[in-house]
């Protein structure tokens, strides 16, 4: 069993709030072509308004430190802090002229 669980964090009293967990459903069963990944996207740009209530920030382990968890966070004008994962490269993209040599 796997849930997607929120909590709100109150650093300077060193507690955290649970607000909501959702069970995960077994994906396959809900589109062939949705992952989980893409799932808790969706969660999360589901309830935006109801976090945004509270902070713009939310945090997750190094798991979905990925690009289209980043880039639903965004979308909906919240900021996102995480632990990469041990394979992340980060590079700037090169907008200039390509050489042909």
């Known amino acids: ?3 997607c669980g ?3 964090v109150d650093i300077p009293n060193n507690i955290a709030f649970h607000l909501n967990a959702i069970q995960t459903p ?3 069963e809900l589109s062939p072509t949705l992952t989980l990944l893409l799932y808790y996207c ?3 740009k589901e309830n935006h308004l109801y976090f ?3 902070t713009k920030y939310m945090i997750a382990d190094n798991y979905l430190a990925k690009s289209e968890v980043v880039q639903a966070l965004t979308s909906c004008g919240l900021h996102f802090i995480s632990r990469l994962q041990d394979n992340a ?3 700037y993209l090169f907008k200039g ?3 042909q040599t």
């Open 6 to 8: 929120f909590a709100a």
């Open 97 to 99: 002229e390509q050489s």
């Open 42 to 44: 969706q969660i999360i």
């Open 26 to 28: 077994k994906i396959k």
């Open 52 to 54: 945004k209530e509270l």
């Open 89 to 91: 490269a980060l590079f």
């Open 1 to 3: 069993m796997d849930i």
